[in-house]
């Protein structure tokens, strides 16, 4: 979990502002409220922009899935806004690390990516028509199929990677061709520096309150 703290003097140093009446306190609270909600759609902004130049998308929703979230139900502390998005991977990417356990790796053409679901599709075709095999190879245990009429819609990306590693036009039928790699773990470095790109921005969310309260 990624916190960031922000501090202000004045009107939200705790001591002045529970000095301040009940209804004035309420008003107070209401202002950082609304100025989080404003700020906080800025910042989300700003940080899905540089998500799009950080990583090569494929889907539009994998950067809106970052948004700004304003947590108000505590009427006794002051509200908090949250920087994030629901996609769980995103946070290996911000730290970076190693994911552990057997993993398929698919080898498709190099700047092409086949998403988790479909390519579960393609493993359950190619086992449920005998057409999957492991091999050894160069210390390395790879995931072999043959060039089948019956999985040509199964094979067709990594007959089309098949082809750009060999300089081949063609991969002939009943050719092995290579799915996936077992991989005992895989290391992933930081890519993305969430809490810097927020750190960045927060005298955008500190001018958005400051703006609210300005006008109790």
């Known amino acids: ?13 705790k001591s002045t502002l529970e000095a301040w009446t009940r209804q004035k306190q309420a008003a107070i609270h209401k202002a950082v409220a609304t100025g989080m909600q404003a700020g906080g759609k800025s910042v989300a902004d700003v940080v899905r922009s540089k998500m799009k130049s950080d990583f090569t998308v494929k ?27 629901k996609i769980p991977w995103l946070g290996i990417h911000v730290r970076g690390g190693t994911l552990s356990g057997r ?16 390519f ?8 449920r028509s005998g057409n999957a095999y492991f091999i050894q190879k160069g210390g390395r245990v790879i995931l072999m199929a043959e060039n089948l009429r019956e ?20 991969v002939k039928r009943g050719q092995e061709i290579p799915i996936a790699v077992l991989v005992p773990n895989v ?7 969430l809490a810097g790109v927020v750190r960045g921005q927060l005298p955008v969310l500190a001018r958005a309150i400051e703006t609210q309260l300005s006008k109790i």
Do not use: H
């Open 103 to 118: 993993m398929l790796i698919p080898l498709t053409e190099e700047g092409r990516r086949i998403g988790r679901r479909a």
């Open 59 to 85: 889907k539009a929703a994998f950067v809106n899935s970052l948004r700004a979230k304003v947590y108000d139900r505590d009427k006794d502390k002051l509200p908090a806004v949250l920087i994030g998005s």
């Open 1 to 13: 979990m990624l916190k960031i703290s922000l501090t202000t003097s004045g009107l939200l140093d």
């Open 187 to 193: 290391t992933l470095k930081r890519r993305f520096d």
């Open 151 to 170: 999985n040509a819609s199964s094979l067709a990306r990594f007959k089309r990677a098949e082809r750009k590693r060999t300089g081949t036009k063609s």
């Open 120 to 127: 579960k599709r393609v493993i359950d075709a190619l086992i």
